[in-house]
């Protein structure tokens, strides 16, 4: 039986690099400015979480690493290198090949991914061949149940349609036809979102071991901080567009810095106390087409100074390995500007 192997790359080097990414969707009455200035680089075998309420950015990242966004959005600033390849300076042809060879997507929406009068062994082949791939029917065909065997799958959902699976089974076939290829770098945005909780676990165990397995990086999009958690190395809080912590898993659940971090972990309910109501982030995010002067979680953070309301924060570095936009970490602000406005 055909298998393809994951392909060599520095175990240890950077895979893939943001730098200052910035992208706006164009609108009439002006530019939202839905990701501000992202930088972060991820190493070949780490899992990432972005993590941040809807509309912070995150799934647009997501679309703009794949080079899938369309209009109105557009990457107005910034880089995105996939192991030492600008991706920004590829032409389309060249990032249609890039696509799935080097950096695949599970989607939220599984149903949509997929071709509905499509066999689901056609659409994987469809994908193989389209890379350059000519295997015979039958090497094919045993390669297919091999991927699916992999995500948990038994043979016979080969030949079925996609409206024959369950939500469970298209997020397997998802996960199978993103690690086909074994790329680089695996992006599954809220690949659960839409799934009950137990298949949740189960989804994101086989993501887990599909990782390990193939040694990809992982960029895990989401917003239920319990579940990155358990999955990820590292953690990106976003708001409003922008990193405002970058840190590793097991530090920002035990202690977060950034104010929004904070409260988002305090809004995840634990196993073992009982709430009388589930504990959400007072107030709402800014309106990313009229962006005030400051930082912009200011109005909702109960530990906003003066200061904060003036210039926003940029991600600086921080004790133990990790990074936060906040004054409250800048020893000249917070000493010397540490009136509270929202206390
Ligand atoms: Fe709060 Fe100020 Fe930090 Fe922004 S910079 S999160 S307003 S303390």
Redesign the pocket.
Known sequence: MRVLQARDWESSGPILQIKNLHVHYLTADGAVQAVRGVDFTLNAGQRLALVGESGCGKTTLALAIMRLLRPPAQIVEGEIWLDGRNLLALNDEEMRLTRLADVSLVTQAAMNALNPVMRIEDQIIDGLQDHGIQWSKDEFGGYVRSLLANVGLDASAARMFPHELSGGMKQRVGMATATALKPKLIIADEPTSALDVVVQRQVMTTLGRLQRETGAAVILVGHDMGLVAQFADWVGVMYAGKLVELSPVEQIVQDPQ???SKLLIQSVPGLEEKRERLIGIPGMPPRLIDLPSG?L??PR?P???EH?LQTE?SLEPVAGNRQVA???YAESYSQNNGAEVNA
């Open positions: 950034h104010p929004y930082c979680f200011a953070c530990s906003a100074m904060c924060p906040c004054y409250l």
